[in-house]
């Protein structure tokens, strides 16, 4: 088989690891790639925002199963673009990756199949929102309909917060001012994100995670896309991977099909376990990063056969094994990220690894020189697999010792 993978972060690195050990695989291509993916994977120069550039492309070379990373080319409808002309993919269609890209879609799937999530209310902008919710009792959570590059949410203590959040998205300066705005119960309790993949019909269990999204130590400042990632997640065990697939997954899947949008991928939920139940937060339609390396460190079965059973609708005849292990992932981020930083820095001793720990490339790229630098926020991702996570946490610093860059942080406290 040909496969091509579409992203150019860790997740992507992780995803051609595993499936570069497929032997069912001829050519492997992932685009547009990064230093460490170009090592394993084949590349060219493609326009991989365009889905007639992606197709045309899977055309010439064959491909017959596409890979999409990340969300925007599932919401872009990539998916139904390669389907059409007989290429495998995957990964939802544009209407089921509403699951992601529209939080209302996500909050009335969860009404027609009766899942537990925060009460909610919604709101036609953001300057009908300020008048609403004036005499709320504080605090609230407000979100943006939209995709908001993961800043298109506030926990918001009181209401001058709410107003300056809701101001800027109104001004621009946060998502898109059009976007309409939910307003929902704040939840107190413990987050965890659990994986499941899906085939319109049925849905297996594919690992768990917990994140560290703050770029500080002690979960303090800015959002990111995450620092890093310990699998499972403390709440992983067999009662609750049963009963998030029963009150989360298959409703989810009943509710999709009952709108004629069969879901087929995979399943991120964000839940929050709270003292006395467990709700969902938010759904996203694929891996996370860098969840994804920390579950493909431990996943035991090849992702390409996974992925055909998807597509072919046969997960119920696959076992998904997952090593009993613990794995932690670490984020090595250009100082500055998430704001403004610099690239272009020289990243040396990145190959003392071996089958338990691993080192994922983000942002990097090869300079005129062919010297290896970074090229984005994120740049590389340290894996540990060990019995422990103190085990796998102690490893991964360890190999952090190694690696030599100027401009380059990370969160001590990954694993805590
Ligand atoms: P989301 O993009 O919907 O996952 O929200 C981003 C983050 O905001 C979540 O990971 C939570 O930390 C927080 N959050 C979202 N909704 C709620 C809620 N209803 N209650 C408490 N925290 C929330
Ligand atoms: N790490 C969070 C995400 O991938 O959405």
Redesign the pocket.
Known sequence: MNVLVLGKGGREHSLCYNLKKSKKISNLWCMPGNAGINRIAKFSNLNTDDNQSILDFCIKKKINLVIPGSEEFLAKGVGDYLRLNGIKVFGPSKKSALLESS?IFTKQICKLGNINT?KWEVFKNSKIALKKIRNLNFPI?I?LDKLAAGK??L?AKSFEDAKSFLKKVEQGKIGDSNSKIIV?????GK?ASFFYVVDGNSSKFIGSAQDY?RVGENNTGLNTGGMGCISPSSYENEKNIKLINKKFIEPTIKAMNFLGYPFKGILYA?L?FTKSDV?L??YNIRLGDPECQALIARLASNFLDICIATEEQKLKDIQIKISAKKSICIVMASKGYPESYKSGFSIKGIDKVNGNNMVFHAGTKLNKNKELVTNGGRVLNIISKQQTVEKAKAEAYKLITSIKCSNLFYRKDIGD
């Open positions: 939080k925060a959570v979100k298109g949410v926990v929902e119960k704040k939840l107190t987050e999204k964000g929050m709700f937060i938010e």
